[in-house]
């Protein structure tokens, strides 16, 4: 993992994270606990914060920066590009692009490929498709024809995220596993 100081602010990493050691952190970045980010991923911050929750899972060669705010529970495609806020128990997937500003609510997909445009928000329980991303159609938890739409499909069990993220440690894929540290 490359750790770049910006303005005298360096990145925060929360508790048991998988961080590959080809990410780059720069400036204020906070982590929350029990993330993984996967090689090649870019988290940049240069004029205002970029924050992450608790269980978030960042796919390889994704870029965050600035003004990026990313709730609990999130799923984020290989070689995405996030500039934006994005609601709890979501997933953005693969090459989606969300631009500066822009919003996507709580229980959420982005489907691969789409591009939300500026200042643009998708509600809440919301399937987004296309460039320009719209809404698409209603997502329902609990409809198990929507489980390949929410996040926790992608995150939880044994074939999850985070138990990937913990059979790569374990194995000592990636020899770095960063020390807690905690936002100041």
């Not at 005298?8 to 961080?19: A, E, F, S, V």
């Not at 984020?76 to 997933?91: P, R």
């Not at 069990?157 to 960063?178: F, K, N, S, T």
Request: glycine share 8%; charged share 20%.
């Amino acid at each position: 993992m490359i750790v770049k100081p910006y303005k005298g602010k360096l990145p925060k990493i929360g508790k048991n994270c998988m961080i590959a050691d080809t990410v780059m952190l720069i400036g204020d970045v906070w982590i929350g606990d029990d993330c993984s980010i996967w090689p090649g991923v870019v988290i940049r911050s240069d004029t205002t914060p970029v924050r992450i929750g608790n269980n978030v899972h960042i796919e390889e060669n994704s870029i965050l920066h600035t003004a990026t705010h990313i709730e609990d529970n999130v799923m984020i495609g290989h070689g995405c590009t996030i500039e934006a806020f994005v609601g709890h128990d979501t997933m953005i997937g693969n090459t989606a692009s969300l631009m500066p500003m822009s919003r996507v609510g709580a229980f959420c997909a982005v489907a691969a490929g789409s591009v939300l445009t500026e200042m643009k928000e998708i509600p809440d329980y919301s399937f987004a498709v296309g460039s320009p991303a719209r809404v698409h159609s209603t997502i329902d938890p609990d409809n198990p024809k929507h489980a390949m739409r929410l996040a926790r499909s992608y995150l939880n069990g044994e074939r999850g995220m985070r138990a990937l993220a913990a059979e790569y440690i374990r194995q000592g894929i990636w020899d770095y596993v960063p020390e807690v540290t905690e936002p100041a």
